[in-house]
């Protein structure tokens, strides 16, 4: 479930709301981009948008849901190894909590 929504979490949704990308959301904060990908991943469970594709491009979405199906575990670690270490943690908690969000509609 989505934590309490702070200022910064507000100010970033609102941001990501006009299709921000993670670096123009860390410039504009002047945040560390771990911490905006938090953020994002906040508006993602908040905002259950239908779609990523401004932070997460289709193929490498598509790799990660796959992985994540295979690996049949709630956990990031082993979506993580499946994908050889390719794709950064970050954009796993992306995908997962937009998958998330398709599960709680």
């Known amino acids: ?7 910064s979490d507000l100010r970033a949704a609102a941001l990501f709301a006009t299709g921000a990308s993670v670096a123009q959301v860390c410039t504009e904060m002047g ?3 771990s911490t905006v990908y938090g953020y994002l ?6 905002n259950k948008p239908e779609r990523i594709d401004a932070w997460i ?3 490498t979405y598509a790799k990660i ?3 994540a ?3 049949d575990s709630q956990f990031l670690k082993p979506i993580f190894e499946a994908l050889g270490g390719a794709v950064p ?3 796993i908690r992306l995908v997962a909590a937009h998958r998330r969000r398709e599960i709680t509609d």
């Not at 479930?1 to 200022?7: D, I, R, S």
């Not at 991943?41 to 908040?46: A, H, S």
């Open 1 to 7: 479930p989505p934590q309490k929504a702070t200022t």
């Open 31 to 33: 945040r560390a981009q």
């Open 41 to 46: 991943e906040q508006f993602i469970l908040r």
């Open 57 to 59: 491009d289709a193929d």
């Open 65 to 67: 849901a796959a992985a």
């Open 69 to 71: 199906d295979a690996a």
């Open 89 to 91: 943690y970050e954009q």
